[in-house]
């Protein structure tokens, strides 16, 4: 009784306190200025340079750039549905990424129907006669198999059922892998993949979350009608997105490799399920060193580690546990290891060091590049 009479005294502040948003319409579409962002989520003025801007209070970040679609919240990357803008003095966020990205990762508590489940359905991608991406160390079918045995065992140890949509080496086609997530009403999907890129040259983890109805995929080159339908995922674009923070910021901080960010697309196991899901990238099977890292049991296990730590933190983050401090349900910006040092991302693993060495050129030359558009070739479905 105590508790609903707090929450309706917090509704009613929010109501009450709330500013206005001002709607600016930009590039055809309705936008908002950062400047209301961090009125409605009580942060302090943003502070420009330029193009440039941040948003602080307490532990919570949010900085992007104009004229670009990276934003990062509390130290984690999100590609952004659209870029944004710049009008009349004012830096402009689009409305969708609003109510798609912020809300749902700045106040994961108050996603409405999100449960903290304790089942999770492990998707092991290809399988069978598709081996997935190849690499000249090994296959990817073979790797995600592996890493959602190690999280399987993980999982069950922390209490947690687990049921996998496959657990040897098997072709399972798409549709009946959501249809088997569909089984199951209060639980979350994982979906484990490894990359490919063209030149070999792309390296580091990205998450991806179901786009939601009218934002472009973003393994796709253009707009398309398919754009425009809503998908049975979009039901849960909230909880989507808000378990991919978990899932991802868990990612960087275990297995410590380039955050490319978290993403949008329609692939079908996340567009079709019911429940909330994810698709994760863990590295790229024809990248040098980070096929060599996939390779490693002590990589599996990390990125096993990261499976149950983020859907842990995405419990917590809906259900709003007192124990718990909100943003960390996405990598806290207080929180120092959230941050991937890639000098250090071998050690933990004792690779050898002149791989080390070379894992530390290839950061700096990362780091170098961080600036210029990363090529992107998922090659998930
Ligand atoms: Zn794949």
């Not at 030149?199 to 080159?221: C, K």
């Not at 754009?227 to 899932?247: C, R, V, Y």
């Amino acid at each position: 009784m105590k508790r609903i009479a707090r929450l309706l005294l917090l509704i009613l502040a929010l109501q009450t306190s709330a500013p206005a948003w001002e709607v600016v319409t930009h590039d055809g579409r309705r936008h908002v200025s950062i400047k209301d962002v961090s009125k409605f989520y009580r942060l302090r003025d943003p502070v420009i340079n330029g193009p440039a801007f941040t948003l602080t209070g307490g532990a919570k970040t949010i900085r992007g750039r104009a004229g670009t679609r990276e934003i990062y919240i509390n130290n984690v990357k999100y590609i952004l549905c659209f870029p944004v803008g710049q009008k009349g003095g004012q830096i402009l966020i689009s409305a969708m990424d609003v109510t798609k990205i912020i809300e749902p990762v700045m106040r994961p508590g108050l996603i409405k129907n999100a449960h903290a489940t304790r089942t999770v359905i492990l998707d092991a991608g290809h399988g069978g006669h598709d081996s997935g991406a190849k690499g000249q160390r090994g296959i990817e079918k073979e790797a995600a198999l592996d890493v959602v045995l190690r999280a399987k065992r993980l999982l069950e140890q922390n209490g947690y059922n687990v049921r996998l949509t496959r657990s040897s080496d098997v072709f399972i086609p798409l549709e009946d892998r959501a249809a088997f997530a569909n089984r199951f009403t209060n639980a979350v999907f994982v979906s484990v993949h490894f990359n490919k890129s063209g030149g070999g040259a792309a390296s580091g983890i990205e998450t991806f979350a179901l786009a939601p109805r009218g934002v472009p995929s973003m393994d796709e080159e253009n707009f398309s009608y398919s754009d425009l339908k809503l998908n049975p995922g979009n039901t849960q674009d909230a909880e989507n997105i808000a378990f991919a923070t978990a899932l991802h910021s868990s990612m960087l901080r275990h297995m410590r490799l380039t955050d490319r960010g978290i993403k949008r697309a329609r692939f079908v196991v996340i567009r079709d399920i019911r429940i909330p899901g994810v698709l994760l990238e863990g590295g790229f099977m024809n990248h040098p060193l980070d096929g060599k890292l996939i390779t490693t049991p002590a990589y599996r296990d990390a990125f096993a580690r990261a499976i149950l730590e983020g859907v842990g933190r995405y419990r917590s983050a809906v259900s709003g546990e007192s124990t718990y401090q909100p943003p960390s349900a996405v990598a806290s910006a207080t929180d120092k290891t959230s941050i991937p040092d890639l000098r250090r991302s071998i050690s933990p693993i004792g690779m050898h060091p002149m791989l080390n060495e070379a894992v530390q050129r290839a950061a700096e030359s990362i780091k170098a590049k961080e600036s210029q558009p990363q090529e992107t070739t998922p090659n998930a479905y």
